[in-house]
């Protein structure tokens, strides 16, 4: 079985195509300062919620809980990503084609929706 191979330098990650070794996608890697502004916002937001009373935070996950079920979200979830899948399903064959280095057969990849999600 072939499989996309991948060169990785200390800036960029290159996924090459095993059929024809030519560079697929490549990556850039973030900056050290991309990074640290990253960590830095996150650790500032969670701060910020620390300073939210409990009494407030379990008010808020309460709202979030009584306004959504889960199941709801979890349906809703697996709907969108079955309409993306759909949206795409001429891209997905073509891109696993050219990553694993064969044909994959589109009829196989993405099942009908079922009845009760129309």
Known sequence: MSSAQTTITD????????HNQQPFVTRTYPSQLELDTTIRRSSLAQNAWARVPLKDRLAIGAK?????SVLDLVSAQLKSLQDEFQKMSDEIPLELTMQMGR???THCLIPPRPAYWS
């Open 11 to 18: 800036t960029s990650q290159t996924t090459i195509t095993p």
């Open 64 to 68: 979030f809980v009584v306004s959504y």
């Open 103 to 105: 044909h994959v057969l």
